[in-house]
């Protein structure tokens, strides 16, 4: 929404609506994108299901070892 000081205000606001109708249009058309909270739902639930069984360092030590392969470091 750049405008030139020269410009009349009434040929601004003209390009100015138009410029918000076509940025408008193209967010309606846009598909969604929610590849990322899925994903993060899926760790969380998994997380919650390997911590929800068993109780204290053997859960944390069995959730990093599923997810990161490290979990004998503990």
């Keep these: 929404m750049n405008f ?6 009434s040929v601004r606001e003209e ?3 138009a ?3 076509a940025r ?3 967010r ?3 598909p969604l994108d929610s590849r ?3 994903l993060g739902a899926v760790i969380v639930t998994v997380a919650l299901v390997l911590l929800g069984g068993h ?3 053997h859960a944390v030590r069995r ?3 599923v997810t990161f392969g490290w979990g004998d470091g503990f």
């Design 4 to 9: 030139d000081e020269n410009e009349p205000p």
């Design 15 to 17: 390009r100015f609506v």
């Design 19 to 21: 410029e918000r109708v």
């Design 24 to 26: 408008r249009a193209a």
């Design 28 to 30: 309606k058309s846009a």
């Design 36 to 38: 990322g909270a899925h």
């Design 55 to 57: 109780g204290g360092r």
């Design 63 to 65: 959730a990093c070892n």
